[in-house]
């Protein structure tokens, strides 16, 4: 069963502007992971924080993890057309359980 | 760059019939996972595999789906008999062992099933 919640499930914006995508999940967790899926391809990993983590930066990725909410939020700043994609957030405890997903729109 | 190789890319089947994907992961990921990930869904772990022992099956729909990692390297994924449900994209995935929580994804198999 799916572990992670993800709002909104469908985001549409503008070249230039920023993204917002949250995550929430139920039990504790080792870390928690962003994952990248283009459409009919595999996934890939963007960026991982830890339970003792607060924020996390990899370029234009800014990843905040706030454990007593149990909730994450992933923030692409200056989305570009190329950031079109689903993005999953995962939880890692004894296996990773993916979310269900938020699908990105970012029109040129 | 190294990446986790899967073949076929697409497969269509009839209900019914045996079908079989195949995985090669990054060389020396001794972790290798088969995914099932229902369109407009995450993807759900069917099996976990270090080196050539299953470590995690719990998910797996043993009645009709086999894993083998015969040589710890690649991997084969059968279900047989197919049924409709299982129409799906098939994601294998390789970690290092001093990097568990990183998994990288190979482009997947699309199944469809008639």
């Known amino acids: 069963s799916q572990q992670g919640e993800e709002d909104p499930q469908a985001l549409s914006i503008q070249e230039g502007e920023n993204a917002t995508m949250n995550c929430s999940y139920k039990t504790s967790i080792n870390n928690l992971q962003w994952y990248r899926q283009n459409s009919g391809r595999g996934l890939v990993h963007l960026i991982l924080i830890r339970s003792n983590e607060r924020e996390k930066h990899s370029g234009r990725l800014r990843v905040t993890l706030d454990t007593s909410k149990k909730s994450s939020s992933l923030l692409i700043t200056a989305s570009r057309a190329a950031d079109t994609a689903s993005y999953f957030c995962a939880r890692s405890g004894s296996r990773l359980t993916f979310g269900e997903g938020t699908q990105l729109t970012v029109n040129p | 760059e190294a990446e986790v190789a899967q073949s076929p890319r697409y497969k269509i089947t009839e209900k019914s019939q045996a079908v079989a994907f195949w995985c090669d992961p990054i060389s020396g990921h001794a972790t290798l996972y088969w995914y099932r990930q229902i369109l407009g869904q995450g993807p759900e772990l069917l099996v976990q595999f270090q080196d050539e022992s299953v470590v995690d099956d719990s998910q797996l729909p043993k009645d009709r789906f086999s894993a083998e990692r015969l040589k710890g390297v690649d991997s084969t994924l059968k279900i047989q008999p197919a049924e409709l449900g299982d129409s799906a994209m098939y994601l294998c995935?390789?970690?290092?062992?001093?990097?568990?929580?990183?998994?990288?994804f190979g482009p997947g198999t699309r199944l469809t099933v008639l």
């Open positions: 995935a390789s970690s290092l062992d001093r990097e568990p929580d990183t998994q990288y």
